[in-house]
């Protein structure tokens, strides 16, 4: 037999998915990977239920159904501070994982070169390699996770094709700064290079933080690709709805490469969703307050337990370190601590390009109630993964 594709031997399965399968095994509180336990708005499940009678059933047009392209592109051009035309600009997609793949493949030649931020979701050095293309990793340095500008513009002299730049960010929560988007848009438009956004936590960004879009600085919309999703926003993450937002002669040749992936996102499902997409300021504020609640309420416990922790900026992640546990692996930990502890996490390992195997990730998109328990069960944590135990 012939040996298989030699690009997918140079990652593994996705680890975050492997820890919620580790997690059911144990019967542990997930909080590894990132979705509610808790309903999308009663809005979206109304509308889901009357499409189910009536339809559309049958594939929408490629780039999006017209109606959900239209809602889109009013509310994204409020936030944007620009029009964005709902026919040539916008290109909906499975999901944000596949916007990205899609504005990788669309941007990147077999042997370009791609910065990515380390550390980084775990898709996108697997995006770049699938594109052809080689990561540049810069890192960001903790706690605050800050780029070094040097360090940043070195990689730029390296002739990237694009930067991909998530923010907020998974997993640090890092918001990224209006002087700090303006180096990265200097430096991609000084070595002519296109950035590729994941916004898809663009409206969780905790007070006083602001959430920037870098297509919306001075001439960086023609340079870059807004990838995103509706998933975290309204918490649907099954319903696989993102989308592109680019300039037309980008958006055209995305949705290409989008035609020949997926041929289109499903139909009933963005039906049922431009209910949401055209939920009034308020809606948005009260996504915001809830989380903010949880996040003070999970770091909180965290605090009690005496549990040293990131303090997010925005997204729904916390960074913890294990360093006193003397674990030379992160993902042992997380095994341990599923089966011991019965809390899921992701290693930090899975996230970092540099050698770090000290941190663990949690999210607290979940119920008040699942935060509690999980924080109850992290009581026995010091006790139970320490090395004597183990013994």
Not at 266 to 279: H, I, K
Not at 335 to 360: D, K, M, Q, T, W
């Amino acid at each position: 037999m012939q040996k298989l594709s030699e690009r997918t031997s140079h990652f593994t399965d996705s680890v975050i998915r492997r820890m919620t399968r580790i997690s059911m095994k144990y019967g542990a509180v997930n909080l590894s990977q990132g979705f509610p336990d808790f309903d999308p708005p009663r809005e979206l499940l109304e509308r889901l239920s009357e499409v189910a009678l009536t339809g559309p059933h049958q594939y929408s047009i490629t780039c999006g159904a017209q109606n959900f392209r239209e809602a889109l592109a009013e509310k994204q051009s409020r936030l944007m501070g620009r029009p964005i035309d709902a026919n040539s600009e916008i290109v909906v997609t499975c999901g944000s994982t596949e916007a990205m793949m899609a504005a990788m493949m669309t941007v990147a030649n077999p042997g370009d070169k791609v910065i990515v931020f380390s550390p980084f979701y775990e898709n996108y050095g697997a995006d770049t390699i699938l594109s052809g293309a080689e990561p540049i990793y810069v890192p960001l340095y903790p706690p605050g996770f800050h780029f070094d500008a040097a360090e940043l513009e070195y990689a730029f002299k390296q002739g990237p094709k694009a930067l991909i730049l998530c923010n907020p960010s998974n997993p640090s929560g890092k918001v990224f700064t209006h002087d700090e988007l303006s180096v990265i848009a200097d430096l991609a438009k000084k070595y002519d290079s296109y950035v590729i956004t994941d916004e898809v936590y663009e409206h969780i960004v905790y007070a006083p933080h602001k959430h920037i879009y870098i297509a919306s600085l001075p001439d960086m919309f023609e340079r870059t690709i807004s990838c995103s999703s509706l998933s975290k926003t309204y918490s649907i993450t099954g319903w696989r709805l993102g989308y592109i937002i680019a300039p037309a002669e980008i958006a055209q040749v995305a949705k290409k490469v989008h035609d020949f992936l997926t041929v289109g996102a499903a139909a009933p499902l963005q039906e049922a969703a431009v209910a949401g997409l055209r939920f009034p300021e308020a809606y948005y504020d009260a996504l915001l307050r809830e989380y903010t609640e949880k996040r003070g309420l999970f770091l909180k416990g965290l605090d009690d337990l005496g549990i040293r922790h990131t303090t997010p900026e925005g997204a729904y992640y916390v960074m913890l370190d294990i360093s006193e546990y003397g674990y030379e692996s992160d993902l042992d930990f997380c095994e341990r601590l599923a089966e011991r502890v019965g809390v899921g996490a992701v290693p930090g390992s899975s996230f970092f390009r540099e050698n770090v195997n000290h941190l663990i990730r949690f999210h607290f998109a979940k119920r008040n109630e699942t935060l509690l328990e999980a924080l109850n069960r992290l009581n026995g944590m010091k006790e139970k993964m320490s090395k004597k135990h183990s013994v």
